[in-house]
C-alpha cells in the first residue's frame, strides 16, 4: 500500500508541475473572492481547476462543501476542483482577470502591479 501512496503522490506532484499551476497563499485570497482562512491554493488556468492540501478549510470558509462531488477529485494529498463549479470557475476568472491588468502574485505581499523598467528608477532632482 506504501508504494501505492507514494506512486499516487509523485504522479499527483508531476501533473501539478506539467499543469503550470500557481500557489496563492492568504495574502492574495482576498482579490479571488476567498476568505484568508480557506488557506493556499493551487490554480491551473491552463487545466481549469484549484487545488488544495486542507480541503476542510475551503470547504468551510469557501462554501466549497456545496460543490458537486463529480466536480471533486481526491488525489494523493490534494483535492482537486474542477473549473466547471460556479465558485471554481469564479477563482480562476477573477485570478485572469487580475493577470490581465499587469497584477503578479508575491509570497508574503499579495497580488502586486508589475512595474515598468521606467517605473523603477529613482528620480532624479535637478538644481
Known amino acids: 500500500m506504501y508504494k501505492l501512496s ?3 503522490d509523485q504522479t499527483v506532484k508531476q501533473f501539478l ?4 499551476t500557481v ?16 488557506g493556499k491554493i493551487l490554480i491551473s488556468v491552463e487545466e ?8 476542510r478549510n ?5 462554501g466549497w462543501e456545496y460543490i458537486d462531488a463529480e466536480l471533486k477529485l ?9 473549473g466547471e463549479a460556479r465558485r471554481v470557475d469564479r477563482v ?17 505581499e499579495g497580488f502586486v502591479k508589475k512595474q515598468s523598467q521606467q517605473s523603477t528608477k529613482q ?4 538644481i
Open 6 to 8: 507514494e506512486k499516487i
Open 17 to 20: 508541475m506539467d499543469s503550470s
Open 23 to 38: 500557489e496563492i497563499g492568504e495574502l492574495g485570497l482576498k482579490e479571488l473572492g476567498l476568505d484568508f482562512r480557506c
Open 48 to 55: 481549469r481547476f484549484v487545488a488544495v492540501c486542507n480541503p
Open 58 to 62: 475551503i470547504d468551510y470558509y469557501g
Open 74 to 82: 481526491d488525489a494523493g494529498d490534494y483535492c482537486f476542483y474542477d
Open 92 to 108: 480562476i476568472r477573477f485570478y485572469k482577470e487580475l493577470k490581465a491588468e499587469g497584477y503578479r502574485y508575491v509570497s508574503n
Open 123 to 126: 528620480p532624479v532632482d535637478v
